[in-house]
């Protein structure tokens, strides 16, 4: 069975970090680019990192650059979100997804081929 699946979500206290995990099971993550979205509640979902297949290329956009993360184990067949210094305006429910692409790029735009559940981080005091 083909499926992503987000874990490591929780409820902190802004400044705490946390890790989120996006496992796939069924297919090889490190041929797809990966990318993580937000949708926090009354909003509109919108992509906040992504990686490319070969790991060259990472992008954020512009509210979590320098305190987010993204990284790939292909051996484990997962991608990572570190993020540090959380906000109370990360309070979200955070998805993956990966997609193909082949010319080293990635982009929150592009169109996915699977998407994960998702996973709730809650930041408050």
Same mark, same amino acid.
Do not use: I, M, V
């Given at each position: 069975q083909v499926q992503l699946v987000e874990s490591g979500g929780g409820l902190v206290q =802004? *400044?705490?970090?946390l890790r989120?995990?996006?496992?796939?099971s069924g297919f090889t993550l490190g041929y797809f680019a990966v990318v993580?979205?937000?949708?926090? =509640? *009354?909003?509109?979902?919108?992509g906040i990192s992504c990686v490319s297949k070969s790991d060259s290329s990472k992008f954020y956009r512009d509210p979590v650059k320098?305190?987010?993360s993204i990284s790939r184990d292909n051996a484990k067949n997962t991608v990572y979100l570190q993020m540090n210094s959380l906000k109370p305006e990360d309070t979200a429910v955070y998805y993956c997804a990966a997609y193909t692409r082949d010319d080293g790029g990635c982009s929150w735009y592009d169109g996915m081929d699977f998407w994960g559940k998702g996973t709730l981080v809650t930041v408050s005091s």
């Open positions: =802004p *400044g705490d970090s989120l995990s996006c496992a796939a993580w979205f937000r949708q926090a =509640p *009354g909003k509109e979902r919108e320098g305190r987010f």
